[in-house]
């Protein structure tokens, strides 16, 4: 086989642009499979066919020049992203009970009241009572600011919940979650292809703590923020305002770009101003360590230290139904 000058820069170009399409495709199959109306065995057909589709017209691009392989493959994903553009958010679906109702919340003066407060018992994961409240909250008494990371697969995943607690000791813990259909379970792949839409919970915390130390069996940790009262109220506030937007207008979860810690980030730097990007920003279980070098945690105490008396997983396993839950949890919390 002889090589020509000409034949290597075509050669190199031909595989960047194979590997290009390539990832390309496989976007789009796991599009379909996240995506595509219809039953398992239909969505594995669509599946099907797409790859069938993408293997010819990298097969012709080697084959022939550029532009059969190429212009063919951009035309079908052309097609497809006419599909994915018209894709739209819902609430208009059989959800699963805990996220069935959506949390909106009415301010007047500094009295807020909160519809679709979610409190169920938990006895198992299947098995429970459903409760939701409307509660009403006076920001002229919110004292304090908790950020709560729950962790159940490794460091580097966790889910974070924002609690805020009032002079008279009662709190309201918000969590930024998936609204799954009752169908559905969790995938964070999924997550990146509009499989979820996005819903933002209220809840008390004997609901939303325990269900994951008591129920699921998850390791949490309360850490306790840094927030002027300002902050404070503007954080809540800002909770409200996503919530009620959720409610008007529904959007899609993102694993990466909409999830339980970049909505917080988003609200935060529009409160405090400048917010450093970092990687944990999106591997969320680092997101105590992110806090804490920004100043927004206890100062005075290594992170190591506030982790190890933050770590609430066995006093809410000890609490467990108790009315005096939430100070259980913080007791020796610095």
């Known amino acids: 086989m002889i090589v020509t000058t000409t034949s290597v820069p075509r050669f190199a170009g031909t595989l960047l642009l194979t590997l290009i399409l390539a990832l390309t495709a496989t976007w789009g199959g796991?599009?379909?499979?996240?995506?595509?109306?219809?039953?398992?065995?239909?969505r594995g057909a669509w599946v099907v066919l797409w790859s069938l589709f993408s293997v010819s017209m990298l097969t012709l691009l080697w084959r022939e020049p550029f532009a059969p392989g190429t212009l063919g493959f951009l035309a079908g994903f052309a097609?497809?992203?006419?599909?994915?553009?018209?894709?739209?958010?819902?609430?208009?679906?059989?959800?699963?009970?805990?996220?069935?109702?959506?949390?909106r919340g009415t301010i007047a003066g500094d009295h807020v009241t909160l519809e679709?407060?979610?409190?169920?018992?938990?006895?198992?994961?299947?098995d429970y009572t459903p409760r939701w409240e409307t509660r009403g909250y006076d920001l002229g008494a919110l004292t304090s600011v908790d950020m709560i990371m729950s962790y159940w697969r490794g460091p580097a995943i966790a889910h974070m919940l924002i609690s805020f607690g009032f002079t008279d000791g009662s709190h309201v813990a918000f969590s930024v979650e998936i609204r799954r259909r009752k169908t559905q379970t969790f995938s964070e792949i999924g997550g990146f292809?509009?499989?979820?839409?996005?819903?933002?919970?209220?809840?008390?915390?004997?609901?939303?703590?325990?269900?994951?130390?008591?129920?699921?069996?998850?390791?949490?940790?309360?850490?306790r923020m840094r927030l002027p009262p300002s902050a404070m109220r503007l954080l809540f506030l800002g909770y409200v305002g996503e919530a009620n937007r959720l409610v008007n207008s529904p959007r899609f979860y993102n694993t990466i770009t909409v999830n339980c810690t970049t909505l917080v980030y988003q609200m935060m730097r529009r409160i405090v101003g400048h917010l450093p990007l970092d990687y944990r920003l999106l591997f969320s279980g680092y997101m105590p360590e992110y806090v804490y070098d920004v100043g927004g945690l206890t100062q005075g105490l290594p992170l190591e230290e506030l982790r190890t008396l933050g770590r609430i997983t066995e006093r809410a396993r000890e609490s467990d139904r108790s009315p005096s839950f939430s100070a259980d949890v913080r007791r020796g919390v610095p």
């Open 79 to 103: 097609v497809m992203m006419v599909w994915w553009t018209r894709l739209r958010p819902t609430h208009d679906s059989v959800w699963s009970d805990d996220v069935a109702r959506m949390t």
């Open 30 to 42: 796991l599009a379909l499979w996240y995506r595509a109306a219809g039953s398992t065995a239909g």
């Open 116 to 126: 679709n407060v979610r409190n169920f018992d938990w006895r198992t994961q299947s």
């Open 193 to 223: 292809f509009k499989e979820f839409e996005l819903s933002i919970i209220a809840a008390d915390e004997r609901d939303v703590i325990r269900l994951r130390t008591n129920v699921r069996g998850e390791d949490v940790y309360l850490y």
